[in-house]
């Protein structure tokens, strides 16, 4: 088992200025230590047991695409969250992942540290190399609190990251077909 960090939160908040025996704050190093371990969770998934032998042999070539996949992370440089959306696409060659797995990817890689652009590479990357189709496509859109709470302060930006691997980077017809396809629906 995992060493607890509860009493580095209770020095954390002496160090704040305030008083870890406060009553409204008695349970928050507990809180904190297993909302922490939630949020980094994807540290301790394996990549095998997530897809649970969920590839598949099929005849399919054409276009798989995945939208608006929320996404929860946290920044490594100020341990605040970022979140939004993931859109994902692969062209077959033979092999097909369960739908449901994608998300599941998105999740692993975003329950970490993270930074945005890190995050959309790993999940083009893995998408490659267990599927081997004959591309990968990511955009993720993000909110990041860190330039909103702190900073710059700015509310209102959006964080547009992407990965083009394969067809969708050699190609522009297909990765144009993969844009238009994420904005539409909208």
């Known amino acids: 088992m995992a060493k607890s960090i509860e009493p580095l939160i209770k020095d954390l908040l002496v160090e704040l200025g305030e008083d870890p025996q406060r009553e409204g704050l008695l349970r928050t190093p507990k809180r904190v230590d297993a909302a922490l371990r939630y949020l980094t969770q994807g540290y301790h998934q394996s990549l095998e047991e997530l897809l649970n032998e969920a590839i598949f042999t099929e005849a399919c070539e054409e276009m798989v695409v995945i939208r608006n996949i929320e996404f929860y992370s946290m920044c490594e440089h ?98 144009m077909e993969f844009l238009n396809l994420i904005k539409s629906w909208e």
């Open 78 to 175: 100020h341990m605040l969250p970022f979140y939004g959306r993931a859109h994902v696409a692969y062209l077959p060659q033979g092999k097909i992942i369960g739908l449901s797995k994608v998300p599941r990817l998105v999740d692993m890689f975003a329950r970490r540290l993270q930074v945005q652009e890190r995050l959309t590479n790993q999940i083009a990357q893995t998408l490659m190399r267990v599927l081997n189709p004959y591309g990968v496509a990511v955009v993720l859109e993000g909110k990041h609190l860190c330039m909103m709470m702190r900073g710059v302060e700015k509310q209102s930006s959006f964080v547009t990251s992407s990965a083009m691997l394969g067809e969708f980077k050699k190609d522009r017809a297909t990765r």
